[in-house]
């Protein structure tokens, strides 16, 4: 009876480090795309800043939409502690923090059509309303 009992707790034990390992894995990964995404914006300003047409990006722009458009699901319940920024309001007001990813889609799909159009000033223009949906989400649900 006592093995059986300790098997068990062995069982709970493993399936809590799994449990972490994968929210660890999760982190990371968000991270990292959240740190390209940063990457690509950069990329974007020096042809926004030289008023660019920015067609170049296409590409670049629909992998943001489609990062943007998945974020959300990049947060599962649990993610919230280790090595992350995360803070409780993107569980405790989950409603809020996917509408300010759609906000970021909504600014990144106007950019997609500016890029498309091939106009600098209505690249330079869409690329600079980007920014403060990044930042409206990062004041409310990341950390400093
Ligand atoms: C819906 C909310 C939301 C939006 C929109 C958003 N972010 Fe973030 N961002 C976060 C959160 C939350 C973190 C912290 C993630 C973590 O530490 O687990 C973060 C982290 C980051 C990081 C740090 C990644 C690292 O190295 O740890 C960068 C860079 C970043 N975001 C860039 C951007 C850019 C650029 C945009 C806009 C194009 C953007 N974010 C839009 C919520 C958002």
Same mark, same amino acid.
């Given at each position: 009876m006592k093995k059986i009992w300790l098997a068990g707790i062995a069982v709970l034990a493993m399936g809590a480090a799994t449990a972490a390992w994968a929210q660890g894995e999760v982190i990371s990964a968000r991270r990292a795309g959240l740190k390209r995404m940063g990457e690509h914006m950069t990329a974007m300003k020096a042809v926004a800043d030289a008023r660019g047409? $920015? #067609?170049? %990006?296409n590409a670049t722009i629909e992998e943001m939409i489609n990062f943007y458009q998945g974020l959300p699901a990049r %947060?599962?319940? $649990?993610? $919230? #502690? $280790?090595d992350t920024k995360a803070l409780p309001t993107i569980w405790s007001d989950s409603v809020g923090f996917s509408g300010a990813s759609a906000d970021t889609v909504a600014k990144l799909q106007a950019l997609r059509t500016a890029a498309v159009g091939g106009d600098g000033a209505a690249f330079q223009a869409a690329w600079q309303a980007v920014g403060p949906t990044c930042g409206a989400c990062h004041r409310t649900y990341r950390a400093r």
């Open positions: 047409a $920015g #067609t170049q %990006f %947060f599962p319940v $649990g993610s $919230g #502690t $280790g």
